[in-house]
């Protein structure tokens, strides 16, 4: 059995059938990439991985024990969901970065911090900057060492390097390769053909809200 069993998984919006009886088995320590047009259905995949959305029909099983037994809060501390547009809150970074500790009641890391902010191509100097004068790029790798600060179990992405340019896109997709190295699963959507190649052992096709194709990649 998988880390992640999806079970004719169904999700609609009205009369809509975005997600439409997709079965999957994810093993733990798998790389996915997840790709195909806009509005095929990935994003709201992945937003019932992250357990935001209820599926309309079906089931997901995280490490064999349904969804629906777990507390939510501690789901989506194994299984961490990092959007495509990042919401950053209140007024400086060094606020964003501090919440994983104050919502686990953990005495804040300072050097967990500094070390995710240098690992980005970041530095201290970010901490006091006001979250409104971030570039659309800046804010992603934000978003992404906020998500990153507890290590998940499970990391699902979603379009997470849009807004970067080759080279930080290329920091951001080591990272994730050595935390996949670590143990972590990840299942990254993405629009770039070649990101969807460079790190992932599979590759999964969706269209019209169904699996249309997958590939195994040889590394």
Known sequence: MGILNI???TFKDKDNTIVDNVSLIIERGECISIVGESGSGKSTLLRLCADLISPSAGSIEYNNKNYLEYNPVDLRRSISYCTQTPYLFGNDVYENLCFPFKIRNKEIDNNRIYKLLIDFS?????????????????????????????????????????????????????YIKFLNKEGVTVIWVTHDEEQSKRIFNRKIYIKNG???????IER
Request: aromatic share 4%; proline share 2%.
């Open 7 to 9: 079970r004719n998984l």
């Open 122 to 174: 970041l530095d201290k100097s970010y901490l006091d900057k006001d979250i409104n004068l971030l570039s659309g790029g800046e804010k992603q790798r934000i978003a992404l060492i906020r998500n990153l600060i507890f290590t998940p179990e499970i990391l699902l992405l979603d379009e997470v390097t849009s807004a970067l340019d080759s080279n930080n896109t290329m920091i951001v997709e080591n």
């Open 210 to 216: 169904k699996i249309e194709d997958m590939e195994v």
